[in-house]
Protein backbone atom coordinates (compact mmCIF):
# COMPACT_ATOMS: atom_id res chain seq x y z
CA UNK A 1 0.00 0.00 0.00
CA UNK A 2 2.44 2.41 0.90
CA UNK A 3 4.78 1.87 -2.44
CA UNK A 4 1.18 2.53 -4.18
CA UNK A 5 0.62 5.29 -2.78
CA UNK A 6 4.79 6.74 -2.96
CA UNK A 7 3.70 6.19 -6.57
CA UNK A 8 0.67 7.75 -6.90
CA UNK A 9 2.41 10.83 -4.90
CA UNK A 10 4.83 10.65 -7.98
CA UNK A 11 3.00 10.88 -10.47
CA UNK A 12 0.63 13.34 -8.46
CA UNK A 13 3.65 15.26 -7.72
CA UNK A 14 4.85 14.82 -12.13
CA UNK A 15 1.61 16.19 -12.96
CA UNK A 16 2.11 19.32 -10.70
CA UNK A 17 5.32 20.02 -12.57
CA UNK A 18 4.14 19.45 -16.12
CA UNK A 19 1.25 21.89 -15.34
CA UNK A 20 3.58 24.42 -14.02
CA UNK A 21 5.92 23.98 -16.93
CA UNK A 22 2.86 24.35 -19.05
CA UNK A 23 1.55 27.55 -16.86
CA UNK A 24 4.89 29.08 -17.41
CA UNK A 25 4.46 28.37 -21.34
CA UNK A 26 1.27 30.19 -21.18
CA UNK A 27 2.65 32.72 -19.53
CA UNK A 28 5.79 33.95 -21.52
CA UNK A 29 3.55 33.50 -24.56
CA UNK A 30 1.11 36.46 -23.03
CA UNK A 31 3.79 38.46 -22.44
CA UNK A 32 5.24 38.04 -26.25
CA UNK A 33 1.66 38.44 -27.03
CA UNK A 34 1.51 41.77 -25.27
CA UNK A 35 4.70 43.03 -26.25
CA UNK A 36 3.57 42.32 -29.94
CA UNK A 37 0.44 44.34 -29.54
CA UNK A 38 2.50 46.95 -27.77
CA UNK A 39 4.34 47.41 -30.91
CA UNK A 40 1.42 47.18 -33.10
CA UNK A 41 -0.52 49.91 -31.20
CA UNK A 42 2.97 51.87 -31.46
CA UNK A 43 3.41 51.99 -35.19
CA UNK A 44 -0.27 52.79 -35.76
CA UNK A 45 0.08 55.98 -33.60
CA UNK A 46 3.34 56.57 -36.02
CA UNK A 47 1.22 55.97 -39.20
CA UNK A 48 -1.54 58.25 -37.41
CA UNK A 49 1.24 61.09 -36.77
CA UNK A 50 2.32 60.48 -40.60
CA UNK A 51 -0.93 60.79 -41.97
CA UNK A 52 -1.56 64.14 -40.17
CA UNK A 53 1.51 65.89 -40.75
CA UNK A 54 0.54 64.85 -44.76
CA UNK A 55 -2.43 66.15 -44.71
CA UNK A 56 -1.20 69.35 -43.04
CA UNK A 57 1.60 69.32 -46.12
CA UNK A 58 -1.10 68.49 -48.51
CA UNK A 59 -3.39 71.71 -46.99
CA UNK A 60 -0.12 73.80 -47.04
CA UNK A 61 0.61 72.71 -51.08
CA UNK A 62 -3.02 73.67 -51.70
CA UNK A 63 -3.01 76.94 -50.01
CA UNK A 64 0.64 78.01 -51.86
CA UNK A 65 -1.39 76.61 -55.32
CA UNK A 66 -4.08 78.90 -55.03
CA UNK A 67 -1.90 81.79 -54.14
CA UNK A 68 -0.12 81.22 -57.18
CA UNK A 69 -3.27 80.38 -59.18
CA UNK A 70 -4.02 84.00 -57.89
CA UNK A 71 -0.56 85.85 -58.66
CA UNK A 72 -0.04 84.32 -62.02
CA UNK A 73 -4.34 85.98 -62.93
CA UNK A 74 -3.18 89.23 -61.45
CA UNK A 75 0.11 89.15 -63.30
CA UNK A 76 -1.61 88.16 -66.46
CA UNK A 77 -4.19 90.90 -66.03
CA UNK A 78 -0.87 93.28 -65.35
CA UNK A 79 0.69 92.23 -68.85
CA UNK A 80 -2.29 92.50 -70.48
CA UNK A 81 -3.38 95.94 -69.56
CA UNK A 82 0.32 97.02 -70.57
CA UNK A 83 0.04 95.81 -73.37
CA UNK A 84 -2.73 97.38 -74.45
CA UNK A 85 -1.09 100.78 -73.01
CA UNK A 86 1.61 100.00 -75.23
CA UNK A 87 -0.66 99.42 -78.23
CA UNK A 88 -3.05 102.44 -77.82
CA UNK A 89 -0.14 104.57 -77.07
Known sequence: T?????EISATIAAAIEEQGAATHEISRAIQQASL???QVASGADG??????????SATAVGTAAGQM??????LRDRVSRFLDGLRQG
Open 2 to 6: IAEVN
Open 36 to 38: GAS
Open 47 to 56: VHRAADETGA
Open 69 to 74: VENVAD
